[in-house]
């Protein structure tokens, strides 16, 4: 059974960095699935933010201007999220996920997902 | 990007009611790469359907799935107790992935 654990801090300050791992149990990274990051907060719904493949290959959101950076680490089947220079934006709940990509698309529907992590931005 | 558009915002339903939520894109979904999941709260979303008509593993039945183009459909055919939640629709049909804002089927 395909398994997803967010973790990381609860709060960040303004300006700095938010940073999550996902930690993927019950089947590995490197099989071919995209991983990815969904968010959800009362003011903007669910957002897909960006994905990733076992390769280093990703795709990230356009709305999130170039804050974003995600990472995959095969040996610990974890991938993880950076958000640069956050704001009260971006609080929200943050879901990692496999993603069942089209690859001629670049974009896919998320069939397992974490239990998701709440992040405050706040100083 | 394309925007979804969920109706209505709230269903107010009994137990054995039929369910009927629309998604409606900005622009055609490229190849009706659309699908539904199911959020209960407290909880990640479940996904129900996908490519708009077919049945994740695990979604029972009474969950149906229809449309193409701009305008999507899932139907619940007799409501369970369990199925009183919030639905989304999410497009893959170009990136970024959109998602709607969700209907929330309550128990009338």
């Known amino acids: 059974q395909v398994q997803l654990q967010e973790s990381g801090p609860g709060l960040v300050k303004p300006s700095e960095t938010l940073s999550l791992t996902c930690t993927v149990s019950?089947?590995?990274?490197?099989?071919?699935?995209?991983w990815g990051w969904i968010r959800q907060s009362p003011r903007k719904g669910l957002e897909w933010i960006a994905s990733?493949?076992?390769?280093?290959?990703?795709s990230y959101n356009p709305s999130l201007k170039g804050r974003v950076t995600m990472s995959i680490d095969t040996s610990t089947n974890q991938f993880s999220l950076n958000l640069r220079s956050v704001t009260a934006a971006d609080t929200a709940v943050y879901f990692c996920?496999?993603?069942?990509?089209?690859?001629?698309?670049?974009?896919?529907?998320?069939?397992?997902w974490g239990q998701g992590a709440l992040v405050t931005v706040s100083s | 990007e394309i925007v979804l558009t969920q109706s209505p915002g709230t269903l107010s339903l009994s137990p054995g009611d039929r369910a009927t939520l629309s998604c409606r894109a900005s622009?055609?979904?490229?190849?009706?790469?659309l699908s539904w999941y199911q959020q209960k709260p407290g909880q990640a979303p479940r996904l129900l359907m996908y490519?708009?008509?077919l049945r994740a593993t695990g979604t029972p039945d009474r969950f149906s799935g229809s449309g193409s183009g701009t305008d999507f459909t899932l139907t619940i055919s007799r409501l369970e107790p369990e199925d009183f939640a919030v639905y989304y629709c999410?497009?893959?049909?170009?990136?970024?992935?959109?998602f709607g804002q969700g209907t929330k089927v309550e128990i009338k």
């Open positions: 019950g089947f590995s990274v490197s099989n071919d699935f995209y």
């Open positions: 999410q497009q893959y049909g170009s990136s970024p992935e959109t």
């Open positions: 990733i493949y076992h390769t280093g290959a990703t």
């Open positions: 622009q055609s979904v490229n190849s009706n790469y």
């Open positions: 996920a496999r993603v069942d990509v089209v690859v001629v698309v670049g974009a896919g529907h998320f069939d397992y």
């Open positions: 490519v708009a008509s």
